[in-house]
């Protein structure tokens, strides 16, 4: 059973231009959530996503950044005009069932702005 | 609210024993502990769903104490292989701490 796999690991962009981050859940799991890291800091929640469905987005910035899990295909990430201040680590995770189960990590992509 | 994890940074010796504390403000529903190292994804340890929840993976366990909102981890006879960054996490806004380094030397 594959992971949660996650592509592109890195990503350089400059600013000004947009980025998409794609996860692809393990098998069976129908949850999806999204995480910013920054160096030397902890995970940050941003979205909670089901299949179609926003569940919980409050740890996004209201600005530049969405995120989707259509019902066919991987959950994206997308963030428009990025700035230096964007650049991090940003992992998916996905779960079985909601916030009460295990969830499990993807490997991440490290997103840089020039 | 992001739970407080307290110490922020440990150094142990190889087979010495750590305590890593977690606590909240706000009533917690359950607890995640994840362990990440350098450069990696974080890696899940446990969960704890109910009060007075103890569970155990080899050498490393945890106990959750509703009461209180506080959960701990307990690694025991620390490994090489123990050392990164431990989380914990509050499931009902998934919500994570800042981390635990934890560095274990020969």
């Known amino acids: 059973n594959a992971g949660v796999m996650q592509n592109p690991r890195h990503l350089v962009r400059r600013r000004g231009q947009e980025a998409r981050l794609r996860c692809s859940p393990m098998?069976?799991?129908?949850?999806v959530y999204w995480y910013r890291q920054l160096p030397e800091e902890g995970l940050k929640f941003m979205v909670y996503l089901q299949k179609e469905n926003i569940i919980d987005e409050s740890g996004m910035p209201k600005e530049r950044f969405s995120a989707e899990f259509p019902k066919e295909g991987p959950s994206i990430l997308r963030i428009q005009q990025v700035v230096r201040g964007d650049s991090a680590a940003y992992f998916c995770?996905?779960?079985?069932?909601?916030?009460?189960?295990?969830?499990?990590f993807g490997p991440g992509t490290r997103l840089t702005v020039t | 609210q992001q739970p407080v994890q307290s110490p922020q940074a440990v150094i142990l010796r190889e087979g010495e024993d750590a305590v890593i504390n977690c606590s909240s403000s706000k009533a917690l529903y359950s607890v995640h502990w994840y362990r990440q190292k350098h450069g990696e994804a974080p890696v899940f340890l446990m969960i704890?769903?109910?009060?007075?929840e103890q569970k155990g993976h080899e050498k490393i366990s945890a106990s959750f104490n509703e009461k209180k909102q506080q959960s701990s981890l307990y690694l025991t006879a620390s490994q090489l292989s123990y050392s990164g960054t431990y989380f914990c996490?509050?499931?009902?806004?998934?919500?994570f701490g800042k981390g635990t380094k934890l560095t274990v030397n020969p």
């Open positions: 704890l769903l109910k009060g007075g």
């Open positions: 098998k069976g799991h129908s949850h």
């Open positions: 995770a996905s779960s079985t069932t909601g916030a009460t189960t295990e969830q499990y």
């Open positions: 996490g509050t499931a009902e806004k998934l919500v």
